[in-house]
């Protein structure tokens, strides 16, 4: 039974709520999904030290759902508060976690099936409105997107997994022939953040005007092809290419090609994609490279990457409106026509594959497919305000970090949008990453 709370706009409380709904259940199935594929010996394994057991992932997705939502917005006594600090990311590196004692498969299955329990009562109590963590829904939608946000951490994982291939979607668009070339951007302001997003996290606040100098964006990301000619010109052997830090890296990770390529005794080239080789596909983006090989690719082609700042404006300003958009192809959420988002592929798009998902200024695939890195290091807004807790974002400004942007195939639109920041170390490419390029442009260009 729906209890209706005095004072409220019944109708409009009850489609969120139905949103909120929606965006629980379906991260809920993608999570199950990806814990129920394998047995549980893979479970519990540690499948790589950058990653987790999917047994610890599962529980943690319960036990944030309980710390968020059971016991700070439903006011709910504990579920299991014994296991908290075993859960606390903070508190047990990846690479310590087979060694706790963890709830065993069944245990964690019950432990969030509970839990989700509880939280629709929850739900289906509060009346959205009266403090900062519920208004509009908040706290839902952050608990949402942190489980989708573990479900692309763990899909990862399946990506690492050694083994016969468990999962299976359809084969992402193809295009016959891709998109290519740059786009010049006008220098000028734009409005860089968002304070309007309800569910927005605390770094992507507040909105803030940014001058952006003119520049040149390409209209599509890297590919395979562009990519395999690098490897092939030599470009990993070339420390004239790379940086101090990312020669000193590629030497220690011996690093030859993206991860998951594999060269043939003939010199041919495949991806191992989920368990399943295949062959490159040449106008897919590149996927599984580090901030580091991004760069030298930069170098090796003459130009760089963009700024977070850059990225952002070329996804959302429309020069006819002088506005922000929430995407690129306006404000309506992201669907199969517009990006490659939700696991609904296993793999990236060809470029040009969402012509309907293009910015005004004509630059395409920036959300889905895969996440691209960006030049920025990862630093606060003006105006920044942690919430609802430090953890999420202040802890990490910063630090050796590059920010990445878009999304990527795995990451669900729950948990994307075009001021969404992601981030991670320079070396790390075990995630779903890609990238652009950009340029700085003469006066003459930008007449």
Known sequence: MTIHHPGTDNSETEQLRDRIAEVLTRARARTLALTENVD???LVVQHSPLMSPLVWDLAHIGNQEEL??????????????????????FKHAR?????????????????????????WDVLDRSALRGNKLVDGGFAFGMIAQHEQQHDETMLATHQLRIGPAVLSAPSAPTVATPVGGEVIVPAGEFTMGTSTEPWALDNELPAHPVHVPAFA?????????????FVTDGGYDRAELWSERGWAHRQQAGLVAPQFWERDPAGHWSRRAFGVPTALRPHQPV???????AEAFANWAGKRLPTEAEWEKAARFDPASGQSRRYPWGNAEPDSSTANLGQRHLEP????????????????????????????????????????YAEYSDVFFGGDYRVLRGGSFGTDPVACRSTFRNWDHPIRRQIFSGFRLARDIEQSENE
Do not use: M
């Open 68 to 89: 968020w939502l059971v016991r700070d917005v439903g006011g709910r006594e504990p579920v299991r508060a014994d296991i908290d600090e075993l859960y606390d990311a």
């Open 95 to 119: 690479a310590n976690r087979p060694g706790l004692p963890l709830l065993d498969p069944t245990q964690a299955r019950g432990y969030v099936g509970t839990v989700r329990e509880k939280v």
């Open 287 to 293: 996927l599984h490279v580090c901030w580091f090989e």
């Open 40 to 42: 549980e010996a893979e």
């Open 349 to 388: 798009a060809d470029v040009g594959a969402y012509p309907a998902g293009a910015s005004p200024a004509g630059v395409h695939q920036l959300i889905g497919d895969v996440w691209e890195w960006t030049a920025s290091g990862f630093d606060p807004y003006p105006g920044f305000r942690a919430f609802p």
């Open 217 to 229: 964006i390409d209209a599509a990301p890297v590919t395979n092809e562009q990519y395999l000619a």
